[in-house]
């Protein structure tokens, strides 16, 4: 029901966009997150964004430098990601849930696409 897509390798300072696709019922009521989870770690909050409201928040990581953005028509949110650093190295997840609180804690969320990795060399 959510499909994400645009990891891949870059080099430290570069860009990517992801992708997080919704099928199969609507989310357009939810909150949609991205987190990531590095070897080792916990899976950790990136950014979330409303699907009505439009409100946008970010992990203090990221702030200034990843954008999460939607496009309702095509339900699919995105997260551009600018001036990539290697600690950016992981695993990217996005999710959904129609009634979170917390936009910023993993288990809150009901939906979870598969990840897509994305490598920052140094």
């Known amino acids: 029901q959510l499909q994400a897509s645009g990891g891949g390798l870059v080099q430290a300072g570069g860009s990517l966009r992801l992708s997080c696709a919704a099928s199969?019922?609507?989310?357009?009521?939810?909150?949609m997150g991205w987190f990531r989870q590095a070897p080792g770690k916990e899976r950790e909050f990136v950014a979330a964004?409303?699907?009505?409201?439009?409100?946008?928040y970010y992990a203090e990581s990221v702030k200034g430098r990843f954008t999460i953005s939607r496009d309702n028509a095509k339900e699919t949110v995105y997260l551009q990601m600018n001036s990539l650093k290697p600690e950016d190295t992981a695993v990217y997840y996005c999710?959904?849930?129609?009634?979170?609180?917390?936009?910023?804690?993993?288990?809150?969320?009901?939906?979870w696409g598969q990840g897509t990795q994305v490598t920052v060399s140094s």
């Open positions: 999710a959904a849930d129609p009634q979170i609180q917390r936009y910023y804690v993993p288990d809150d969320y009901d939906y």
């Open positions: 199969g019922r609507t989310f357009t009521n939810s909150v």
């Open positions: 964004i409303t699907w009505r409201g439009g409100s946008t």
